[in-house]
């Protein structure tokens, strides 16, 4: 039998996609503990010196970067709730998880699942009360709805049913959970469990010994699943894909170059020592390779010296570490570039409102999450929502037609190498698609600092032309 916290088979089919985007969020050490299955090991490549380069890798955090950029912007200025909202439900609107959070920091965690998986879920929860309380007492007591962000990685399995007329509803959920409980005298452990929910009930099962068992169940009056689920790119009901795959798995590429290129970096900065000529004598009597050293030898022939690497191949592996950093910016800038309907170019010209960008879109779909969770919460308190009630977040960032147009061409240009990575990010800050408070030459300085080592040093090494120092005896 299966137990209640085996996955469902749509859970794992985006599970599988989800790892990777984990393992680049979790940086570098994340990274190299993914070990194999994230840097292959190379044929005949022996143990350790396969752990050495894996130690030696690090993370040029390209997705984390961009995820952050993206969630950041609608939060720039606080989420705000217009209308004419009813007075049970202003503490919710004030504290939604119970937690100290406003609004605007539940809605930007929110999104922040939703853009990284694709969907992100709302349980709007009601606290377990005694029986025989009236809505005073509840009242009396700070008894409310509070909204629970669930993870989409603890939203392991659910179930649902086609109504009358074509929506699929919830039926069953399963959300995992983690509790902190006391182990010793001061330590702590963390505990695992599951909890189901139905349509007018609940269950809470833990793992006990080798048994998942149910430590505790009730009924709820709310007539359904309190769940909200925010989707970015729906796959089916339930299930979505992550928009930034694509550009994970070019972080993913970027990560097994740089590893590439430091590890020839090593050997390239370590002459080969070579000698011929010279007897197994000679070289049993301890010879001393260093400043201030003769080295002889009875043979007139003998040679000794050092070969040194021409340093194409770094060069090659510079320029795709470039080229992949390249297109991981641009792919970033995607969603904030604005798309347009079937107008004709004319009236896109005239009408530039109409246009939309992707990440406008989801944040749409943000606001009409938070404010279907609202309702969910009235619908617990016996309160209507009135239909001029809204939550807004801000997104009148999107880019304009001629910014647009000129983005793109700054990019093909940076893609081209055509201009640098300063002119890129200055034109691009000109056009608002940075803050005005963005340090061009900072930031520029702390990508050089994740990227490959300092390009003075490789383009010093670059322009010497391969050698061969011989020292004759």
Do not use: C
């Amino acid at each position: 039998m299966n137990n209640v916290n085996e996955p469902s088979s749509s859970y794992k089919a985006m599970a599988e996609k989800w790892g990777l985007l984990h393992d680049l969020l979790g940086g570098t050490s994340a990274m190299r503990a993914a070990g194999k299955s994230r840097l292959p090991i190379e044929t005949r490549e022996e143990e350790q010196a396969y752990e050495n380069r894996l130690q030696r890798s690090y993370l040029y955090g390209a997705l984390a970067d961009t995820i952050d950029k993206i969630v950041s912007k609608p939060f720039s200025r606080p989420a705000i709730v217009r209308g004419n909202v009813p007075d049970a439900l202003k503490e919710v609107v004030e504290d939604p998880a119970m937690k100290g959070l406003d609004l605007t920091q539940f809605a930007r965690e929110l999104f922040a699942d939703a853009v990284t998986h694709g969907v992100a879920h709302v349980l709007v929860d009601f606290p377990s009360v005694a029986g025989g309380l009236s809505m005073a007492d509840e009242k009396a007591e700070g008894v409310r709805p509070y909204f629970v962000r669930v993870s989409p990685p603890d939203m392991i399995g659910w179930r649902s049913s086609r109504q009358a007329g074509g929506r699929e509803r919830l039926t069953e959920v399963r959300l995992r959970e983690y509790r902190t409980e006391s182990d010793g005298g001061w330590g702590d452990t963390q505990v695992e469990r599951v909890r189901v929910l139905r349509e007018d009930e609940w269950q809470l099962w833990q793992k006990i010994g080798e048994e998942w068992l149910m430590v505790d169940e009730g009924t709820h009056t709310y007539g359904g699943i309190p769940i909200v689920s925010l989707y970015l790119d729906p796959t089916g009901f339930m299930t979505a894909d992550p928009p930034f795959e694509d550009l994970a798995w070019l972080n993913l590429a970027h990560w097994q170059s740089l590893s590439d290129q430091r590890n020839i970096l090593r050997f390239a900065r370590m002459p080969l020592l070579y000698q011929f000529g010279i007897s197994e004598e000679e070289i049993e009597s301890e010879i001393t390779i260093g400043p201030s050293q003769l080295i002889r030898s009875i043979n007139p022939d003998a040679k000794m010296g050092y070969v040194e690497h021409g340093g194409r191949a770094i060069e090659s592996g510079d320029k795709d570490l470039r080229n992949l950093e390249a297109q991981m910016e641009v792919m970033g800038l995607q969603p904030l570039i604005s798309k347009t309907g079937g107008a004709t170019a004319t009236g896109r010209a005239l009408d530039e409102s109409r246009t939309h960008s992707n990440i406008q879109a989801w944040i749409r779909a943000l606001e009409d999450t938070l404010g279907e969770a609202l309702a969910v919460a009235g619908r617990w308190m016996g309160v209507e929502l009135p239909d001029d009630v809204a939550v807004d977040v801000f997104s009148d960032f999107g880019l304009t037609m001629k910014a647009e147009q000129d983005i793109r061409a700054l990019v093909d240009m940076r893609k081209s190498n055509l201009i640098t990575h300063k002119t890129f990010l200055e034109e691009v800050k000109r056009r608002g698609l940075l803050s005005d408070t963005v340090d061009v030459d900072i930031e520029i300085e702390m990508v050089d600092e994740e990227a490959t080592a300092q390009a003075g040093a490789l383009e010093t090494f670059l322009s010497d032309e391969p050698t061969e120092n011989e020292d004759d005896e």
